[in-house]
C-alpha cells in the first residue's frame, strides 16, 4: 500500500518537474501572442555612468508595436512609440526627442515584440532557463544586439507566462531593470494614448536623448 501511494505521488508529481524550456517559452508565446493590449505598473531601476536611479508609472501597450510609458516619479515623464515613431520627454526640457522606430536603440524595444509576434527561442540567443519557485527565469541575447547587450534576463510565471520582469546588461557594464505588477491584459485603448503631443513651446527634435 505504501509502495502504491508513492508510486501514485511521483505520477502526480512529474509534470510539475517536466517543464522544459521550450514548454515555458511556448506558453510565454501563446499568452503574448493572444493579446491586443496590456496595461501594467512598472518600476524601472538604472545602473550605470556613475548613476543609481529607481522611476515608476504606468505601462500601456498595443499591437502592432505601440507603447507609451507615463512616468508617475519623476511626474510627466513620458516615452511613446507611436509605431513609426518614438518620442521621448522629460519635463522641464526645452526639447522633446523624435527617433524613427526602425532606429530605435533603447532598453525599451524588445518589450515592444511582445505585442507583436513572441518567440523567445528565436528572438533571444544562447537561450536558457531556470526556476524559482513559481517563476521561471529566461536568460539570452537579443538578435542583432550582441555588441551592446551583455545579457537580457526575461522572469515570467511559469504557470501563465506572463511576463513579471526584464533585466538588461550591457557591454559598458550598466543595468537595466523592469518589474511589473497589476498586469490588465486586453483592456480598451485610443488612438490617442500613442500620439505624443508636445507641452506648449517644447521644440520636437531628431536624436536620442540623454541616458
Do not use: C
Not at 5 to 20: C, H, M
Not at 98 to 118: E, N, V, Y
Not at 130 to 151: C, H, L, Y
Amino acid at each position: 500500500m505504501v509502495r502504491r501511494f508513492a508510486s501514485l505521488v511521483l505520477l502526480f508529481a512529474v509534470p510539475a518537474f517536466s517543464q522544459t524550456l521550450h514548454d515555458v517559452a511556448k506558453r510565454v508565446n501563446e499568452h503574448y501572442n493572444r493579446l491586443g493590449s496590456l496595461e501594467a505598473k512598472y518600476t524601472e531601476r538604472y545602473t550605470g555612468m556613475g548613476m543609481n536611479r529607481t522611476e515608476s508609472g504606468t505601462l500601456l501597450l498595443r499591437k502592432p508595436g505601440k507603447m507609451r510609458w507615463s512616468y508617475a516619479a519623476p511626474e510627466g515623464k513620458l516615452f511613446v512609440l507611436d509605431g513609426k515613431n518614438a518620442y521621448f520627454y522629460t519635463p522641464g526640457d526645452a526639447q522633446a526627442q523624435k527617433i524613427p522606430a526602425k532606429q530605435l536603440d533603447d532598453m525599451r524595444s524588445p518589450l515592444r515584440f511582445l505585442l507583436g509576434h513572441t518567440n523567445l527561442e528565436k528572438e533571444l540567443d544562447h537561450l536558457s532557463m531556470t526556476t524559482s519557485g513559481d517563476r521561471a527565469i529566461f536568460t539570452g541575447v537579443p538578435k542583432g544586439m550582441e555588441d551592446r547587450v551583455k545579457q537580457f534576463t526575461v522572469t515570467v510565471m511559469e504557470a501563465t507566462g506572463a511576463i513579471v520582469g526584464l533585466k538588461i546588461e550591457e557591454q559598458d557594464g550598466s543595468i537595466t531593470e523592469f518589474s511589473f505588477s497589476s498586469l490588465k491584459e486586453n483592456v480598451p485603448t485610443k488612438d490617442s494614448d500613442f500620439v505624443f503631443s508636445p507641452p506648449a513651446g517644447v521644440e520636437v527634435v531628431s536624436g536620442l536623448p540623454p541616458v
